[in-house]
């Protein structure tokens, strides 16, 4: 096993010595919060339960601990880092990993997309590692975590799991249940594809530079059988993202709404009178479930139209 896998390098003493001697100055912007409680770092893989024919990719490469722990355990990793100077400092980190493809660029093209040169790396990885399965373990920049677990879903391959920090409101807004105020349209497009799951909250203190906001480690296994369920996942996507864009609103207002060009209000009445629900009923009441048969019963409508 390399010697950094092991040894207690990302402490902030280690990570405050080596930004001061390159000349770094770390930019919020990128979200460059590094955990510097190792014993997390470990949970954080440990959550992954990672396999020897495993394919990792990592977003953020930072100085290149997540994936120095990462690589002796599984067939390869693929971690992008934007960062040029980050990029660099990780390279000699990471040098002896025959194992590890780095990437220097975003990780997205845009915010619904996962950068090509991203998916292509990995893509090549699980092609040249038969029977392998593509994960993503990463300690995720703040800003761009949203888009990175919620496009992986449509990627190609898709992730058989998830593990990452994030921050905590985020992650609670990931395993909300409905009629709460966090539950949203990433809790219902998550929910209806994926088992999602908090495994620990962090606090800021295990950071450094140290964030103002709480985070957590979530673990989501996508189950290939809800795809199956929900039918047209782009279209439940959009549908139910503009039901959220008028959460407060009731539901039938929306939908007449959402659908007006195409679908009459008797035609919204007779789709919705099957789910029995009160005159009154908002989409943020509702389960995920009623949401998936609610979607697909308007796709078949507008598909008849
Ligand atoms: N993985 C490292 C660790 O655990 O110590 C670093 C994690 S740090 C929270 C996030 C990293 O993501 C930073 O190094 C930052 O520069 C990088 N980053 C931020 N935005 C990015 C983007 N759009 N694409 C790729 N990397 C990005």
């Avoid at 194992?99 to 093209?109: E, P, S």
């Avoid at 800021?204 to 957590?216: D, E, L």
Wanted: aromatic content about 6%; proline content about 6%; glycine content about 4%.
């Amino acid at each position: 096993m390399h010697p950094t896998a092991t040894s207690p390098r990302q402490t902030q003493s280690f990570l405050i010595q080596r930004f001061a001697e390159a000349g770094i100055h770390l930019e919020t912007r990128h979200g460059q919060n590094f955990l510097i409680d190792l014993n997390l770092l470990d949970l954080l893989v440990r959550s992954a339960r990672l396999e020897p024919h495993d394919v990792v990719l990592e977003v953020g490469t930072g100085l290149g601990s997540l994936a120095s722990r990462i690589a002796p355990l599984v067939a390869a990793v693929v971690t992008v880092e934007i960062d040029r100077r980050l990029f660099a400092m990780a390279e000699e980190e990471l040098a002896s990993f025959a194992n590890v493809t780095m990437l220097h660029q975003d990780a997205l093209k845009n915010k619904n997309t996962i950068h090509p040169a991203v998916q292509g790396a990995v893509r090549e990885q699980v092609a040249a590692h038969p029977g392998s399965q593509f994960k993503l373990v990463a300690n995720l920049p703040y800003n761009i975590a949203t888009p990175i677990l919620s496009n992986l879903l449509t990627a190609d391959p898709l992730p058989v799991s998830l593990t990452a920090t994030i921050q905590k409101e985020l992650a609670d807004r990931i395993v909300a249940r409905p009629g709460t105020k966090d539950y949203s349209a990433l809790s219902i497009w998550m929910q209806a594809l994926c088992a999602v799951e908090i495994v620990r909250e962090l606090g800021p203190q295990v950071f450094w530079p140290r964030p103002k906001v709480n985070s957590a480690i979530i673990h989501v296994v996508p189950n290939p059988a809800k795809w199956a369920l929900v039918g047209d996942v782009k279209f439940f996507h959009d549908f139910v993202r503009g039901l959220f864009l008028h959460r407060r609103k009731f539901l039938r207002g929306v939908l007449v709404g959402q659908s007006r060009e195409q679908l009459d209000k008797a035609t919204i009445d007779d789709i919705l009178a099957p789910f029995e629900l009160s005159t009154d009923a908002r989409a943020e009441q509702l389960e995920v479930k009623i949401l998936i048969a609610l979607a697909e019963a308007v796709r078949h409508r507008l598909n008849c139209s």
